[in-house]
């Protein structure tokens, strides 16, 4: 289960994948709370407080949502899609985690309103310095919209 609260939340449903993006994840700062959603119905439950999240309903959402593109239930592309066309989550920042180089599935992430598509480099190191680089970035520097600042203000003056 999921916690209340999250700074980040991973979308994967490939445990090695999970396990590989958390490890530079939690050594950016062990403050940081990260979560997984195993699914695209599960992540879109928890980010809009519905099904077994109810209680979630008006809760801060994520500083940062890491989404995969091919996932059980529901793909990426209808998460992206319902995020941005609900009004709790539509300014919620979503990276695109993808292996794929694919310029119309790029330009759909971008269409849907993905606010960055990252290729996932298949060398560790490279793999491991782009996820804590997208870290850094999307929880130390990036400005999160009013509606998803609750973590981003309290994590604000964390140093480096």
């Known amino acids: 289960m999921l916690p209340d609260q999250l700074d ?23 403050e940081w709370r990260i979560g997984v959603a195993r699914d695209g119905e599960e992540a879109l439950d928890y980010l809009m407080g519905r099904g077994e999240f109810r209680h979630r309903s008006g809760a801060p959402l994520p500083a940062l949502i890491l989404l995969d593109l091919k996932l059980p239930k529901l793909d990426g592309l209808e998460v992206l899609r319902a995020l941005r066309g609900s009004h709790r989550t539509s ?17 759909q992430c971008y269409q849907l309103g993905a606010n960055s598509c990252v290729h996932k480099p298949v060398d560790f190191s490279s793999f491991y310095g782009t996820i804590q680089a997208v870290g850094r970035y999307w929880l130390r520097v990036n400005q999160s919209p009013p509606a998803a600042s609750a973590p ?9």
């Open 8 to 30: 980040i939340l991973l979308v994967q449903d490939h445990p090695a994948e999970v396990e590989l993006t958390m490890r530079p994840l939690t050594e950016l700062g062990a």
């Open 91 to 107: 300014t919620a920042p979503v990276v695109v985690l993808t292996s794929s180089r694919e310029p119309r599935e790029l330009t």
């Open 152 to 160: 981003v203000a309290r994590a604000a003056g964390r140093p480096e």
